[in-house]
């Protein structure tokens, strides 16, 4: 089969296509699964340079990617509710348990596959595991959004940001969220109530005594953020980890989220998708054979939404 892999840690350029590697072995728990479309993440690019490597080294040559959608092309022992011919998507990077999804053909564990949105394409599928199952997990697990309550989204162009806004907007939140200038109108579309201009304008005297703050920036932002919130708020970073003396500072609760891809928060998603609560927004896609570019669009390229691999055409 072919696949996108890498041999050593690097650039863009690491990035090979393997026109022949061997089909992944089906083992127990796990679906073999004929990837029709597969998105990429941030956490992808960081793969391929390196970034991970104290904590998971990889072994080379490594198949890259997380997020599919596909068709069940055989199911492993111990594995329910799942049929030959299905129509899946979910999480099968190499970092959990799965063989990567930038390839023909992936291992996925079952417990992070759930069932495709019956009213997506593959591609708009595809561009939902990861990111939509953070927005979830941040802001219905951890957070406990409610209708009426005010959370602040940084970064809502992004992938999460923008599934992340309309969650919000289904539990019934007011929702403000920071963007470039460029993006304003697409997040109105979304539903933001508010946009603003985080070049141009400090988000921190202009919010004031929010429920919550959804942080997918990092950095002086995330620092900031503990002004917006009322006492007794939270906040969720996906990259910074808690600081007990903000937290004390301003009386209120820090989580630093390591997403956690589950069949049933992906089977929530899918209901909201299916219901036409959350749309998918794909930015561009790329063929499998192009994932270095693709790779590099979504480091530099600041994309609106997702970027996706067309594999199965």
């Known amino acids: 089969m072919k696949t996108a892999q890498i041999n050593k840690y690097g650039g863009s350029e690491v990035v090979k296509i393997n026109k022949n590697a061997p089909k992944p072995t089906l083992s127990l728990g796990h679906?073999?699964?004929?990837?029709?479309?597969?998105?990429?993440?941030?956490?992808?690019?960081?793969?391929?340079?390196?970034?991970?490597?104290?904590?998971?080294?990889?072994?080379?040559?490594?198949?890259?990617?997380?997020?599919?959608?596909?068709?069940?092309?055989?199911?492993?022992?111990?594995?329910?509710?799942?049929?030959?011919?299905?129509?899946?998507?979910?999480y099968a990077s190499i970092l959990s348990g799965g063989s990567g999804s930038f390839a023909e053909f992936a291992l996925a564990d079952a417990k992070s596959t759930a069932h495709k949105p019956k009213n997506t394409s593959h591609v708009e599928a595809a561009a939902l595991p990861l990111t939509g199952v953070s927005a979830w997990q941040a802001l219905v697990d951890h957070i406990g959004l409610s209708r009426g309550e005010k959370i602040l989204i940084h970064g809502g162009a992004g992938g999460i940001g923008s599934v992340a806004i309309q969650v919000a907007k289904h539990l019934g939140a007011y929702v403000a969220t920071t963007v470039s200038a460029r993006d304003i109108p697409y997040v109105k579309e979304l539903g933001a109530d508010e946009a603003i201009d985080y070049k141009n304008q400090s988000f921190e005297n202009m919010l004031h005594g929010y429920d919550a703050v959804y942080d997918t920036v990092g950095g002086e932002t995330y620092l900031k953020s503990f002004k917006v919130?009322?006492?007794?708020?939270?906040?969720?970073?996906?990259?910074?980890?808690?600081?007990?003396?903000?937290?004390?500072?301003?009386?209120?609760?820090?989580?630093?989220q390591l997403t956690q891809v589950t069949s049933e928060r992906l089977s929530k998603l899918a209901e909201l998708v299916d219901k036409r609560a959350i749309r998918v927004h794909v930015d561009k896609t790329f063929s499998l054979e192009q994932a270095g570019e693709a790779l590099e669009y979504q480091q530099k390229g600041h994309p609106r939404g997702k970027v996706v691999l067309k594999i199965k055409t």
Do not use: C
Request: no cysteine.
């Open 229 to 256: 919130l009322k006492r007794g708020g939270i906040i969720v970073s996906m990259l910074e980890q808690p600081r007990s003396e903000l937290m004390e500072r301003y009386g209120v609760k820090a989580i630093g």
């Open 31 to 90: 679906l073999l699964v004929e990837v029709h479309a597969a998105s990429v993440n941030p956490v992808d690019w960081k793969i391929r340079e390196g970034y991970m490597k104290q904590m998971v080294p990889l072994q080379f040559p490594a198949t890259l990617g997380g997020d599919f959608s596909g068709v069940v092309e055989e199911v492993g022992e111990g594995v329910l509710g799942f049929k030959i011919g299905d129509e899946v998507y979910g």
